[in-house]
Nanobody, 116 residues
Framework: QVQLVESGGGLVQPGGSLRLSCAAS????????MRWYRQAPGKERELVAH???????NYADSVKGRFTISRDNAKNTVYLQMNSLNPEDTAVYYC??????????WGQGTQVTVSS
């Protein structure tokens, strides 16, 4: 049974930091690219960060230089370090394990709220 369990979300003040984690099980984690998406109220889900199975990374322009995605294949976990957060980063953040659009999995999401 495939599971992706996100954690680390919460309420943070503007300028603050959070680290999201996504613990995976039920599939061969090291062979999947891992992605973080987010969805703000009234908006479409957007891709925030991607890390390939070999470790290459890509970021949305809106988070470049502020967010860092990483993975630990020994722990079957992917992380998203988020720095310099601003209210526009408020969203539900979802972990995604991706090999193809016919072979991918979603976590349940974790809420991130940036507010003073």
């Amino acid at each position: 049974q495939v599971q992706l369990v996100e954690s680390g979300g919460g309420l943070v003040q503007p300028g603050g930091s959070l680290r999201l984690s996504c613990a995976a099980s039920g599939f061969t984690f090291s062979t999947y690219a891992m992605r973080w998406y987010r969805q703000a109220p009234g908006k479409e889900r957007e891709l925030v960060a991607h890390i390939g199975s070999a470790g290459s990374t890509n970021y949305a322009d809106s988070v470049k230089g502020r967010f860092t995605i990483s993975r630990d294949n020994a722990k079957n976990t992917v992380y998203l370090q988020m720095n310099s957060l601003n209210p526009e980063d408020t969203a539900v953040y979802y972990c995604n394990a991706f090999r193809s659009w016919a072979n991918h999995y979603w976590g349940q999401g974790t809420q991130v709220t940036v507010s003073s």
